[in-house]
């Protein structure tokens, strides 16, 4: 009877990993196939004669995408703390996490210099007025405001984490604006993307969403039943 229910549980065990590793493999791998299925062949800019700067505005927005699949994880692991681990399949320590952050902040860096830099080479001027939020102005001017402001919103979030030693009991107060962060960022990447509105992108950002949105309401549970102790 041990035995079996052993064998059991070992085979439960084995299919929840399954299933997590897939829904990661999913979230992964889906962004990239709809982007080049909607980008087309990218040797075509090195063979014909495209809009200035387009060929940079399409690596923008390859990084920005996965930018946003990086800072789902992080966020997700942060909120979750062992429980995030577990289903991740990823480290708990100081220094994955601090690593992942980097690589977040290098991709979204990277996202937003080739945009401007590739609208710049169109317009023949430097964007500076995309350095600026508009919100009082057209439709895509403001979607993109609330990508430029997560992008400060990052900055500071890992300037708090710089500074935790000289900062104790309130970085991680600021370190949190990792959350808002990526809220924006969803929503910025959603409406401005033309490859995110594409087939299984759509679940996919649905997904980001809900899962961010249960582990904040996780972490405040864990919180009230602290507070209650």
Not at 17 to 25: E, S
Not at 27 to 42: A, E, R, Y
Not at 125 to 131: E, Q
Not at 199 to 228: D, E, H, N, S
Request: proline fraction near 3%; include cysteine.
């Amino acid at each position: 009877m041990n035995s079996y229910v052993y064998s059991t549980n070992s085979s439960s065990v084995k299919y929840k990993w399954i299933i997590q590793d897939l829904i990661l493999f999913t979230i992964f791998l889906v962004p990239g196939l709809t982007f080049f299925k909607t980008t087309g062949d990218l040797t075509v800019y090195f063979r014909h004669k495209v809009l200035d700067g387009q060929f940079l505005y399409v690596v923008s927005k390859f990084l920005g995408l996965y930018a946003l699949i990086f800072l789902w994880l992080q966020v997700l692991k942060g909120l979750l703390g062992e429980y995030g681990d577990r289903f991740l399949g990823t480290q708990r320590s100081f220094t994955f996490h601090r690593n992942l952050g980097l690589w977040i902040i290098s991709l979204f860096m990277s996202h937003a210099v080739l945009f401007v830099w590739a609208v710049s080479i169109r317009n023949n001027h430097f964007a500076s007025g995309l350095l600026i939020p508009h919100f009082l102005g057209s439709y895509y001017p403001s979607i993109l405001s609330l990508g430029l402001i997560a992008s400060w919103l990052m900055i500071l979030s890992t300037i708090f984490a710089a500074l935790r030693q000289h900062l104790p009991g309130i970085w991680k107060w600021g370190h949190r604006l990792s959350v808002p962060s990526f809220f924006l960022v969803l929503f910025h990447s959603y409406f401005t993307g033309s490859e995110t509105r594409a087939g299984a992108m759509v679940p996919i950002y649905y997904w980001m969403f809900a899962t961010v949105v249960f582990a904040i309401c996780y972490r405040l549970w864990k919180t009230v039943i602290k507070l209650q102790k």
